[in-house]
């Protein structure tokens, strides 16, 4: 089993910025890649964000990121603290949901579906214009 606990949601205006945390427990050695989706009300779960977590090929993979947030976004590890991190700069109106963390252990598959095995409970970003 793999926990993910997210933090660092809040309320800004637009063209600030905030960071997201993910922190990973359990079997840390059972992902293949880390990801970030969100949600917003009356909308399906969309993909945000994702990356290698160990091994070779996830690694060799790099970044995946959504058109809408390419640019704007950064996603990053910290394999040492069990760390996944979501930097958001540039925030806009439509940028507010529900942000989740989400953990894939297959090595294949399609890394922007919201197929992922393990999932936290959310951090709520509202960005106001």
């Known amino acids: 089993q793999v926990q993910l606990v997210e933090s660092g949601g809040g309320f800004v205006q637009t063209g600030d910025s905030l960071r997201l945390s993910c922190a990973v427990s359990?079997?840390?050695?059972?992902?293949?890649?880390m990801g970030w989706f969100r949600q917003a009300p009356g909308e399906e779960r969309e993909f945000v964000a994702t990356?290698?977590?160990?091994?070779?090929?996830?690694?060799?993979?790099?970044?995946l990121y959504a058109d809408s947030v390419q640019g704007r976004f950064i996603i990053s590890k910290d394999n040492v603290r069990d760390m996944v991190f979501l930097q958001m700069n540039n925030l806009k109106p439509e940028d507010t949901a529900v942000y989740y963390c989400?953990?894939?252990?297959?090595?294949?598959?399609?890394?922007?579906?919201?197929?992922?095995?393990?999932w936290g409970q959310g951090t709520q970003v509202t960005v106001s214009s």
């Open positions: 990356m290698g977590w160990r091994g070779e090929l996830p690694l060799r993979i790099g970044r």
């Open positions: 359990g079997r840390t050695s059972s992902p293949n890649f």
């Open positions: 989400a953990a894939k252990t297959a090595h294949n598959g399609n890394l922007r579906s919201p197929t992922y095995d393990y």
